[in-house]
């Protein structure tokens, strides 16, 4: 029994560890890769609808409400945007007025009267960006119904995957889709994602968790295909007029103070807004930026507590 705790001990502590966030980086070297964003607009009124729920993880792991108010307020800043906030599922009414649903939650059961309703708002227009573990539904009936809504869906415990990945496994990109056009073709986190999971046809995926032996001098294509790199870390997806951008990355409350990480997410809400990334640029730098011009954190956020809504 002793051995046993202490085994339980040394895998809490070596997970704990492992979940550290990037170091801070210079403001002037995100600035290069976030363009012009000064005098940029948009070019309509947005009405973003945030879905979140419970949190069911130890805290700064899927720390749902704590991510959706460090984001509500940051989106809220960009001029003639306006949030609203769901908790479970959106109402009728709720998917009547958003232009875009931004999805950060374990699913609950939804009815197929519910499941009805967030097809028609994708294919009459609307866009959808979802986090992480927003594409787990079971069981494999309802998650069908979900990649119809997404594009991509947890398939099973028996043939879908996750796992944790560290810096030593870098973050390709598909640098030729223009959600990632003009970024490195790597980066690096330490994070979580999952794959191996349903996919629909007009899906594409444009992020992937490499190996160690894979090299910028490869083609995304090349990585992607590799042995042990996994694929639907990141994905674009059409259905009638609308259009989503999946991760299933964002796994750790850190990770969305990353400069970074920030960058892959504003560029992908612009995308399924068809709106230029640049109007969404001061979130990147908002709240995570010392007096110094270091962007990012060194806290690990390991030690919050979870609240149920």
């Known amino acids: 029994m002793k051995s046993c705790i202490t085994l339980i001990h040394f895998l809490t502590l070596t997970s704990l560890l492992a979940a550290q966030p990037n170091q801070p980086i210079p403001k002037a070297e995100v600035l290069k ?10 070019s309509k009124d947005v009405r973003i609808l945030w879905l979140y729920g419970p949190e069911d993880h130890r805290g700064g ?24 906030e769901a908790y ?13 649903l931004i999805q950060f939650l374990h699913q609950p059961a939804i009815t197929d009267k519910q499941f009805a309703s967030y097809q028609k708002f994708v294919d009459d227009g609307g866009g959808v960006v979802s986090i992480h573990e927003s594409c787990i539904i079971r069981p494999i009936e309802r998650a069908h119904k979900l990649a119809g809504c997404i594009g991509c869906s947890w398939k099973g415990n028996k043939e879908s995957r996750w796992s944790k990945f560290s810096r030593k496994e870098p ?5 030729k889709h223009p959600v990632f056009a003009g970024l490195p073709k790597s980066m690096r986190f330490n994070d979580e994602s999952y794959w191996n999971m349903i996919q629909r046809d007009k899906v594409e995926v444009i992020g992937a968790i490499g190996t160690p032996a894979n090299t910028e001098d490869q083609s995304f294509e090349e990585v992607l295909s590799s042995k042990g790199a996994r694929g639907q870390a990141f994905w674009t997806y059409t259905s009638g007029k609308g259009r989503v951008f999946g991760t299933t990355t964002g796994h750790f409350t850190y990770t969305y103070h990353d400069p970074m990480y920030r960058l892959l997410l ?23 930026t010392d007096d110094k011009g270091m962007v990012g954190t060194r806290d690990s956020m390991m030690n919050y507590k979870n609240r149920k809504k």
């Not at 890769?33 to 948009?42: A, V, W």
């Not at 504003?266 to 995570?288: Q, S, T, Y």
């Open 171 to 175: 973050l390709f990109l598909d640098t």
């Open 88 to 100: 479970q599922f959106p109402s009728q009414a709720q998917f009547d007025k958003a232009d875009l």
């Open 61 to 84: 792991e899927h720390d749902y409400i704590r991510v959706k108010e460090l984001f509500v307020p940051l989106l809220k800043k960009i001029p003639r945007v306006s949030v609203d």
């Open 33 to 42: 890769l976030t363009g012009d964003f000064e005098k940029t607009s948009l």
């Open 266 to 288: 504003v560029r992908g809400i612009a995308w399924a807004l068809e709106e230029k990334p640049e109007v969404f640029m001061p979130i990147v730098f908002d709240g995570n």
